[in-house]
């Protein structure tokens, strides 16, 4: 398990995760953070601990739905900087900017208000997992439409074998774990 922002997030991620077998379908194993959400302490410590590795480096953080929503309020919170929400297809009021990105079967679209993003601003893209990496893929070019600077993206779990992080090529990609 490699991880970029230390040992004690990955600790604080590992210790207080739960593992689902065959959900949502047979042969899956889900890793579920709400454990980690439900600990407040362990939580607080996360949220500090990001805090403090980006601290100055950014001016907004971008969530993504939905998971990445629960992170990356606390984060802004705590740096006193604004939070950006990255949604699915028709959940923002318009006017919004959109980008379509391939699942394995279909595609499926992203969405961002514009107006939310201040041109030039440096901005943390946030969610829980780096799967196949096109929701991650899709933010990103949301951003730099709008006008944003992307320093980098963050996930707290990354399923390597998805091949994601190939996904991202260019992208600084941070993990916490990789599975």
Do not use: W
């Not at 970029?4 to 042969?27: C, K, M, W, Y």
């Not at 590795?53 to 006193?80: K, M, N, Q, W």
């Not at 901005?123 to 893929?137: C, E, K, N, S, Y």
């Not at 439409?145 to 992307?150: F, H």
Request: net charge negative.
């Amino acid at each position: 398990m490699a991880h970029e922002f230390g040992d004690r997030i990955a600790h604080l991620v590992t210790s207080n995760l739960r593992e689902i077998q065959d959900f949502p379908e047979p042969g899956v194993l889900f890793r579920d953070i709400t454990p980690l959400l439900a600990n407040g302490p362990a939580f607080k410590e996360l949220v500090d601990l990001l805090a403090e590795h980006y601290e100055g480096r950014i001016d907004a953080v971008a969530g993504l739905e939905s998971r990445g929503f629960v992170l990356a309020a606390p984060l802004a919170t705590t740096l006193g900087i604004g939070m950006l929400t990255i949604r699915k297809a028709g959940k923002l009021p318009g006017p919004v900017i959109g980008v379509d990105y391939c699942l394995e079967y279909g595609t499926a679209r992203m969405e961002l208000r514009p107006d939310s993003v201040e041109v030039g601003s440096r901005v943390l893209v946030l969610d829980d997992v780096l799967a196949t990496g096109g929701t991650a893929a899709a933010s990103a070019q949301l951003l730099r439409q709008a006008g944003a600077e992307v320093v980098a993206i963050a996930v707290l779990l990354e399923l390597e074998a998805l091949g994601g992080r190939a996904r991202l090529a260019g992208e600084t990609v941070e993990s916490a774990v990789v599975f």
